[in-house]
Structures are given as structure tokens and as C-alpha cells.
């Protein structure tokens, strides 16, 4: 019987301490700042408007057709649809009512102004690395210069238990990343200021690194292992590996990079989907000096255990085939009737307008889920200044699922590449991923 009662007191202390700690560690990990912020201040909100747009904070918190900033954009998570939030400084629905105080806590450290924890699609773990300086310009940009807007934030989708916030905040302690920026080892000055866009405000980390069992990055700045930027497939989307090896960047020169960054392409191939929407609204602002440092320590990264620093070998022996009429396997037929027109018989595209096909390393990835989605669904460039043609992939959705995999098992494995096949299975169950897609949150009258 004492054993039985002292089972159930700890049980019971238990439950109390998990409880009490929902709220008692957000006080602990992210204490409130005592600082006077002259949210006034021309400079300070110009230098706030370069961080948000290098954060990309207006492709989240938009919906498409909706005001800016006003959030609404769904996002599909593994339990529901989240829905991004009002960060207009509207002072009942958005965040006209934050001091900085308030501000900063949400964005380095995920803690709504009631104390609630925010949900991780915030990348909060990814900018806790911002100086206390960047912070306080984006608060001067965001109260000062950005248009209130009356919308109300709309719920999720997750059931109950899942949508408890509070408990959140263990997720927090084990892995909301509450650190602060290490200058890389021997980084020269550029890298570092690399270094601190990619891993801070550029976030780059929370869609190139995959993530855990606890839908956690698994590394938040490079180390031994290189999990970091290595890849990851999100919404049907696998953003590629961004390390210097030969599944990622290996081939690419730092001037390469730095052009993907600033316009969506380079000679070797464009931004489509998710990346597109990044360069249109956030990389394509970067300065020439910050595109570079992002480029030059990308560029740096050392590849993973068991991968090498160079590109695979090319060798093609499908375009004099092509040239010939001497395929006539169902993916070579298929090639030749709908994608030979823009990205040619050789496989070379284009420069700047059609991506070519041989050598790109999304074409090749081990994932081929982005193939699969632009292919399905189509998608247009980047619009930036320094292109003035857009091309758009077409969808092919029309085209039954054993056509697109024979299709895209050619190109995967024609003029050097070598992929993986794709199963007709792998089509379908894309159509599945896009056919799933939520619906955005867009109000029909806002102030």
C-alpha cells in the first residue's frame, strides 16, 4: 500500500513539475529585455526592412492575394494545417500591442506576448542567432513602416491534444537552439558574414536540413557530421543539399552561387516552387557584398563522410542517340514530344531560360521530389531585374503516371546523370501530396 501511495505522489509531482515548467520556463529561458528602442529612427527602420526582406518574413506571413503581412498562408504539418499569423502592427489582431520586450522574445525565442509558445514553422530557432541590434531594427521596421491591417488570425486544423501550445515549451528547451552565433573556425571575414545570413536570417537551415523524429533540425550550424544544409524534402518539396560535395554544390563556382542567389538563376539552372518565392521576395534584395558571403561560405562547406568534393564525371551517350531517332524506349519518346522543345535534345537547356537538364544536381538528387511536383504541376521563375523573360514550366498532369516516371527515369539517368528511377507509384502518390494542399486564409474585405 506505501508503495502504491508513493507511486502515485511521484506520478502526481510529476505531472505537477511538467505542468508548472510549461510556465515557468519561459520566464527562465527567454527573460524579458529592458531596452528603449527609437522605433522612429529613418536609419534604424531601413536597416530593419533589409533584415526582413533577408528573412523572408513577407513570403510566410502573406497569403496569395492577401494583404502584406497579414498572414493567412497555409502551412501542412504531419498532425494539421497551421495558418501564419497577423504581424501588421494592427494593435487587435496583429502586433501593434508588442513592445520590444515582447517582439523580440517571439522571434528569437518563440513566445507569443501571452506567454503562449509559438509553433516551430516560426523559425525562431533559427533567429535566435540575430544581434540584439538586427532585433531591434526589425521591431523599428515592423511598428514604423509596415501597414496595419485588420484580419483576424485563423485557427489551425491540429486536434486536440496536439494543438496544446504549452507544451510546447519542452520542445523549446530540448531544441529551440536558444544559442547565440559562433564565427566558424578560421572563417575569414566573408564567410563569417555568411555564415551569420545563412544559419540567422536567411534560415536556410529549416528547409536544407532534414529534420528529426521531433520534426527538429537535426543541426543548427555545421559540425563534424555535415547534417547541416544536407537536404531535406518538405510539402512535397526536397530542397536540395547545399555543401560543397557531389550531391549538392560541388561544380558550382562562388559565382555560380551567388547569381542563384541574387536572380533565381545562373548558367546552369533556375529557382522553381518554394526557392522561386524565397528569391523573389528575400534573396534577390540581398546586397552584392551579402550574396557573395553567402556564397563564398556555402561554397566552403566540406563535404559529408562518404561523398566527394567534385561533380559526378559526365559522360553522354544520349544526344547523338536523340539526334539519330535511335531511342525508342518510352522515356526517350516521351522526352523528344514534350520537354526536347525548351531544354533541347542535348539536355543543355538554354542559359538563363531553359534550365538545362544534364548535370543539374535536382535533376540528380536522391530525392526526386521536386522533379516529380514541377513536373506534375508546373511553376514559374523568380521575377527579378535582371532577366527580363519569365518562362514557366507547364504542367503535365494530364500525362498518366507510368508516362511522367518513364519520362523523368530518362532524364535522371541520360547525358552523365545517374538517379535513381522513378516508379509510377512516386508520381501518384505526388499527386496525392499536391491534391492534399491546404487552402490559404484570405478574408474577403480587410481594413
Known amino acids: 500500500m506505501n508503495v502504491l501511495k508513493l507511486g502515485v505522489a511521484a506520478v502526481a509531482i ?18 524579458r529585455l529592458s531596452v528603449q528602442v ?74 507569443r506576448k501571452d506567454g503562449a509558445p509559438l509553433y516551430p514553422a516560426m523559425p525562431y530557432v533559427s533567429y535566435a542567432v540575430l544581434t540584439d541590434e538586427d532585433v531591434q531594427a526589425l521591431y523599428a521596421y515592423f511598428v514604423s513602416a509596415v501597414q496595419p491591417v485588420a484580419q483576424q488570425n485563423q485557427a489551425s486544423t491540429i486536434p486536440w491534444p496536439q494543438n496544446m501550445r504549452q507544451p510546447l515549451v519542452w520542445w523549446q528547451m530540448l531544441f529551440g537552439g536558444h544559442h547565440r552565433f559562433t564565427t566558424p573556425e578560421g572563417a575569414t571575414p566573408e564567410v563569417a558574414r555568411g555564415a551569420y545570413i545563412v544559419e540567422g536570417a536567411g534560415h536556410c537551415g529549416a528547409c536544407h536540413t532534414p529534420r528529426g523524429i521531433a520534426f527538429q533540425e537535426v543541426a543548427l550550424t555545421d559540425g563534424a557530421g555535415g547534417e547541416f544544409l544536407s ?32 536572380t533565381g538563376r545562373n548558367a546552369r539552372t533556375a529557382a522553381f516552387g518554394s526557392m522561386a518565392d524565397v528569391v523573389e521576395h528575400s534573396t534577390q534584395h540581398l546586397s552584392d557584398a551579402d550574396a557573395a558571403a553567402v556564397a563564398a561560405y556555402l561554397v566552403s562547406r566540406a563535404p559529408r563522410p562518404g561523398h566527394t568534393a567534385s561533380a559526378p564525371q559526365m559522360v553522354d551517350t544520349t544526344s547523338a542517340k536523340l539526334l539519330d531517332s535511335a531511342d525508342h524506349s518510352p522515356g526517350a519518346l516521351g522526352y523528344v514530344a514534350y520537354c526536347a522543345a525548351c531544354h533541347r535534345l542535348n539536355g543543355q537547356g538554354t542559359a538563363r531560360i531553359f534550365p538545362a537538364l544534364a548535370g543539374n544536381s535536382v535533376v540528380a538528387a536522391e530525392n526526386a521530389s521536386s522533379l516529380i511536383q514541377v513536373t506534375l504541376a508546373g511553376g514559374a521563375m523568380a521575377r527579378t531585374p535582371a532577366d527580363k523573360m519569365r518562362p514557366s514550366m507547364p504542367e503535365l498532369a494530364k500525362l498518366d503516371d507510368k508516362t511522367i516516371a518513364d519520362i523523368l527515369t530518362f532524364v535522371r539517368s541520360s547525358w552523365g546523370n545517374k538517379a535513381s528511377p522513378v516508379a509510377p507509384g512516386d508520381v501518384a502518390a505526388m499527386r496525392g501530396e499536391i491534391a492534399g494542399k491546404p487552402d490559404d486564409y484570405v478574408p474577403a474585405k480587410v481594413n
Open 14 to 31: 510529476g505531472v505537477l513539475v511538467a505542468v508548472g515548467g510549461c510556465y515557468v520556463a519561459p520566464i527562465l529561458l527567454a527573460p
Open 38 to 111: 527609437n522605433a522612429a529612427d529613418p536609419a534604424l527602420i531601413e536597416k530593419g526592412r533589409y533584415i526582413a526582406q533577408a528573412s523572408d518574413c513577407v513570403a510566410c506571413h502573406t497569403a496569395p492575394g492577401g494583404k502584406a503581412f497579414a498572414g493567412g498562408l497555409a502551412m501542412k504539418t504531419p498532425i494539421g494545417t497551421i495558418y501564419s499569423t497577423n504581424i501588421t502592427p494592427d494593435k487587435d489582431t496583429g502586433i501593434g500591442s508588442y513592445d520590444f520586450a515582447d517582439f523580440e522574445r517571439a522571434v528569437r525565442h518563440g513566445i
Open 231 to 262: 537536404g531535406s524534402e518538405l510539402e512535397g518539396w526536397y530542397a536540395k543539399d547545399l555543401r560543397h560535395e557531389d550531391s549538392g554544390l560541388a561544380g558550382w563556382s562562388q559565382q555560380d552561387i551567388a547569381d542563384f542567389v541574387k
